[in-house]
């Protein structure tokens, strides 16, 4: 199970919102690309950007800071959502480093476009679903649809997406840790690999996640706990290599 930091761009800055609020940022830096090389030095395998005002705005906003981490680091996985929205910014991302995209607002509004760019991009989608008492977000968390999270995610089990990034929104940014039963229970019921998200405060959260992993769950996205410093990064990764190893 990977832990993946999480840099969240907001007018070119590395922020952290609080249940996905724009009002409500902390702002941890005005050099991104020097926040992803430090996650890197203590041992990231995989860094999650997102664009906050490309979710905003249905297009991106902060890509040339993107671009500038992908060709910094291109040993690195990089997985990039936030304003993803149709088929020609998908190849922006991908043709700049970025290997994987992640799809919220428009595979809960439109499907069948998931299914056309699985095809097309093949091991490069990620589909986000975020969640408020079980339903889904979408447009940066501004509003919510009558769509169940497992009901939505088993649609997508036969299009070949990568994996998909649940988040509770009720916890992100909140640092009250990590929905464990609700990621557990969504990784059970589908076939695709599960990220979670949202909560994540110690390392006490990582052991009770790794030892669910084998249920599905392959990563988990550290905010605002590693910029807190109530999780460290190194160990956390640590700890769970050891409890997949036993």
């Known amino acids: 199970m990977l832990i993946i930091p999480a840099i969240d761009l907001k007018d070119g800055r590395c922020v952290r ?16 690309l020097k926040m992803a090389k430090s996650w890197i030095d203590q041992g990231a395998r995989r860094l999650h950007l997102v664009d906050l005002n490309g979710a905003m705005a249905g297009q991106p906003i902060n890509a040339d800071v993107i671009y500038d981490i992908t060709k910094a680091f291109p040993n690195v996985p990089i ?28 595979a809960v509004q439109k499907p069948e476009f998931v299914s056309e760019v699985c095809m097309e ?38 299009d070949g997406v990568s994996s998909i990034v649940y988040t ?14 609700a ?34 769950i ?13 999780l460290d990064l190194t160990e956390a990764q640590n700890l769970a290599d050891q409890i997949h190893k036993g």
Do not use: C
């Not at 304003?83 to 607002?105: A, F, K, S």
């Not at 679903?129 to 009558?146: C, M």
């Open 17 to 32: 919102l609080r249940q996905g609020r724009m009002d409500d940022a902390t702002v941890y830096g005005n050099d991104p």
């Open 183 to 216: 990621t557990a229970r969504l990784a059970e019921a589908v076939d695709i690999p599960i990220v979670a998200s949202g909560g994540l405060k110690n390392i006490s959260d990582v052991q009770r996640l790794s030892e669910v992993a084998d249920k599905g």
């Open 121 to 158: 991009f093949p091991d490069n989608i990620i589909v986000g679903l975020d969640a408020v008492n079980g339903k889904v977000a979408t447009h940066g968390w501004e509003k919510v649809s009558g769509h169940d999270v497992s009901e939505l995610a088993k649609k997508f089990e036969d």
């Open 79 to 106: 997985q990039v959502g936030g304003g993803i929205r149709n088929i020609e910014t998908i190849e922006l991302y991908l043709d700049v480093g970025v290997q994987y995209v992640i799809l919220g607002t428009v």
């Open 218 to 230: 392959v990563g988990v996205i550290a905010g605002r706990s590693l910029y807190e410093g109530t």
């Open 168 to 181: 509770d929104i009720s916890r992100d940014g909140m640092m009250e840790g990590i929905n464990v039963d």
